[in-house]
């Protein structure tokens, strides 16, 4: 069964700390993604990964910076957290080969940043 | 730049009765379609896809969409739903210039009363 799974449920952090928000993926995808989604704006794409070492800026980077060091796994670093980084984070992975369109997402953080 | 509109942001209805989600999508080339479902403290997962083919897509618990290029939109149906359907659900498209980004709408809510 495909599986993306997301470090922590769950955070509350304090304005200018550092955050890292892990996500790992076990269906060896090449691709991986992070959004983040509040009401009424639905998912909004922070940065994507189409290999190891690799990324790309998606809509909305500022704030935020990733890491790919390993190809099941991808991490979003908030160097500097602020209150409107409050927000829940998804994690998703696609192929580039098999069923390549769909997307498979994590559970989700929710971060509260006070 | 592609978007994705949903047409209503919430959507109560009663158990048993028919409900239709619209998505209209603005995008000047060949698009692939998704509606993806988010339980409730859940990430999102994949109800159904238009790749190409036949413009009625049937997904998983009873739903289908229908693609109307002229139009277009994608709804989303369900003849009869249940109180487990109740979640939030959000259209998505894709290009298919083979670029990695997906769109997503707002979502729309929808609520099933007993």
């Known amino acids: 069964d495909v599986k993306v799974t997301q470090s922590s449920r769950y955070l509350v952090k304090r304005t200018g700390e550092k955050v890292f928000l892990e996500c790992v993926q076990d269906?060896?995808?090449?691709?991986m993604f992070w959004y983040r989604q509040d009401p009424g704006l639905g998912l909004r794409l922070i940065y994507f990964?189409?290999?190891?070492?690799?990324?790309e800026k998606g809509d909305i980077p500022e704030g935020y910076s990733v890491s790919r060091e390993k190809k099941e796994r991808f991490s979003l670093i908030l160097e500097s957290a602020s209150t409107n980084q409050t927000s829940m984070y998804l994690c998703?992975?696609?192929?580039?080969?098999?069923?390549?369109?769909?997307?498979?997402f994590g559970p989700g953080t929710r971060l509260l940043v006070l | 730049a592609q978007s994705v509109t949903q047409l209503d942001s919430q959507v109560p209805v009663f158990e048993e009765a028919p409900v239709e989600l619209r998505c209209n999508y603005s995008s000047s080339v060949s698009v692939y379609l998704f509606w993806y479902v988010q339980y409730p403290n859940q990430g999102l997962q994949l109800l159904l896809k238009y790749l190409s083919g036949s413009t009625l897509v049937k997904g998983i618990n009873g739903f289908e969409a229908e693609f109307n290029k002229s139009q277009t939109s994608f709804h989303l149906r369900k003849p009869s739903v249940h109180i487990s359907d109740t979640a939030e659900y959000f259209c998505a498209v894709k290009d298919h210039t083979g670029g990695f980004k997906t769109i997503f709408g707002a979502g729309t809510r929808l609520f099933v009363k007993a």
């Open positions: 990964s189409y290999d190891v070492k690799m990324k």
């Open positions: 998703a992975s696609t192929s580039r080969t098999a069923d390549r369109e769909t997307q498979y």
């Open positions: 269906m060896d995808h090449e691709n």
